[in-house]
């Protein structure tokens, strides 16, 4: 069975940094390119950042392009999402999520999708 | 960046009831659209790629269609558990986007 679990997540105070780790399971961790979406709360999903099967390729939303850094280990099958300079409006639970089919990043859409870790940017 | 645009918002329906939820692209996205299930608490789940494929373990009263900048997902026959909050995504160029999100409710 395909697993992703996250960690990481915690109280941040604004400017302030946090490391998001996901550590995977029950696939070939380096076939598969991988992103972080994210939801405010209350809010809908909103796509983070995204990388490719082997790292070499890294893809941002505009909202966090410059302060978030997306790698991967695939010797220890872990996905990261590196946060700094955070604000208040990066508050949300982050998901780590596969691509659903191997191949041209997310044209299958993304499954499974982690728990989710709660970020929380405040004073 | 591509905006993605469903209807309605909000929906109400009962056990049994044929529902349809449209999702709009702001231009053409060929067939790189996918929806997903989200309820309360938990991760969304993949239900339909590509515009029509039907995920993996998916009841077959999901559907997909459409192509360009208009799709649907119709659920034939509501179950229980299928009262959700559903969500399209385009998956044709980065930065990938969601609708806003449709929730259905009990009527």
């Known amino acids: 069975e395909e697993q992703l679990l996250e960690s990481g997540g915690g109280l941040v105070q604004p400017g302030g940094s946090l490391r998001l780790s996901c550590a995977a399971s029950g696939f070939t961790f380096s076939s598969y390119a991988m992103s972080w979406v994210r939801q405010a709360p209350g809010k809908g999903l909103e796509w983070v950042s995204g990388i490719s099967g082997s790292g070499g390729s890294t893809y941002y939303a505009d909202s966090v392009k410059g302060r978030f850094t997306i790698s991967r280990d695939n010797s220890k099958n872990t996905l990261y999402l590196q946060m700094n300079s955070l604000r208040a409006e990066d508050t949300a639970v982050y998901y780590c999520?596969?691509?659903?089919?191997?191949?041209?990043?997310?044209?299958?859409?993304?499954?499974?999708w982690g728990q989710g870790t709660l970020v929380t940017v405040s004073s | 960046d591509i905006q993605m645009t469903q209807s309605p918002s909000s929906l109400s329906a009962s056990v049994g009831d044929r529902v349809t939820i449209t999702c709009r692209a702001s231009q053409s996205i060929s067939s790189y659209l996918n929806w997903y299930q989200q309820k309360p608490g938990k991760a969304p789940q993949l239900l339909i790629y590509t515009a029509s494929s039907l995920q993996s373990g998916v009841p077959s009263r999901f559907s997909g269609s459409g192509s360009g900048t208009d799709f649907t997902l119709t659920i034939s026959s509501l179950q229980p558990e299928d009262f959700a909050t559903y969500y399209c995504q385009q998956s044709y160029s980065t930065p990938w986007t969601f609708g806003q999100g449709t929730k259905l409710e009990i009527k």
């Open positions: 999520a596969k691509d659903n089919v191997p191949g041209i990043a997310a044209a299958a859409g993304f499954e499974p």
